[in-house]
């Protein structure tokens, strides 16, 4: 079967659900490529006339809200100890760096950090969790994560349509290559917020390490 006409049998609400469930899990806390899935849902509507952009924006906005407030009762009823034991099980998600790389932005940015995560592929895993963890009062949380999930997961779905639509002749011919720049762009989402972790773990040390005095 050729991808085109694959991609016209997959039924529209295993696309709604896929990207819900799939976004929800991520911001509960669970590492999951929710951004490479909801890009590759975008570019999917703006090629397929079954799929319904405003219902998979909304099923996107609902997961990153839903999974968002479970992922802050989670880290408030479990608070530090989950960190730490999130850091044992996921070492390359939850380790000590990447929590201190988030911890450093939640003290900067305060309720913001759960809005300005949303953009961030590693902070989206961390904001719920970690607001719960600092036991940041859920009203902010709420408004953050609320103006957060609406603005990230609507607003990516309707430029990633835009321009789906605007491209959409050569979409169509290539629509396995779209897939790949979903992929590519999320995979190096995620290498940049690596490095980042890697820069504020060297910060960390250098302020934690003890100053030697020198004696005339």
Same mark, same amino acid.
């Given at each position: 079967m050729h991808i085109q006409e694959w991609l016209e049998s997959v039924p529209a609400v295993s696309v709604y659900l896929l990207v819900g469930v799939? +976004?929800?899990? %991520?911001?509960?806390?669970? !590492?999951? !490529?929710? %951004?490479i899935v909801l890009?590759?849902?975008a570019i999917l509507a703006a090629t397929q006339d079954h799929i319904n952009p405003y219902v998979l924006g909304a099923c996107a906005t609902a997961g990153a809200i839903i999974g968002? #407030?479970?992922?802050?009762?989670?880290?408030?009823?479990?608070?530090? !100890?989950?960190?730490?034991? /999130?850091?044992?099980? @996921? !070492?390359?998600? @939850?380790?000590?760096?990447?929590?201190?790389?988030? %911890?450093a932005k939640f003290?900067?940015?305060g309720m913001w950090a759960v809005f300005f995560g949303r953009f961030v592929a590693l902070l989206r895993i961390f904001a719920g969790p970690l607001a719960?963890?600092?036991?940041?009062?859920?009203?902010? @949380?709420? +408004?953050?994560?609320?103006l957060g999930g609406i603005v990230w997961a609507?607003?990516?779905t309707a430029l990633i349509y835009s321009?789906?639509?605007? /491209? %959409? #002749?050569w979409l169509k011919r290539f629509s396995w290559l779209g897939l790949v720049a979903a992929l590519l762009f999320g995979v190096g989402s995620f290498i940049l917020m690596k490095h980042r972790a890697k820069k504020a773990a060297a910060a960390r040390e250098v302020e934690e390490s003890p100053v030697v005095a020198t004696v005339d």
């Open positions: 799939v +976004i929800g899990l %991520e911001s509960l806390g669970i !590492p999951l !490529p929710g %951004e890009v590759s849902a968002d #407030s479970i992922g802050y009762l989670i880290g408030r009823k479990g608070g530090q !100890p989950l960190l730490q034991w /999130a850091g044992r099980k @996921f !070492p390359k998600h @939850f380790g000590p760096d990447h929590v201190a790389m988030a %911890e003290d900067k940015w719960g963890v600092l036991k940041m009062p859920y009203w902010k @949380f709420l +408004i953050a994560n609320v609507g607003g990516t321009v789906g639509i605007v /491209a %959409e #002749s």
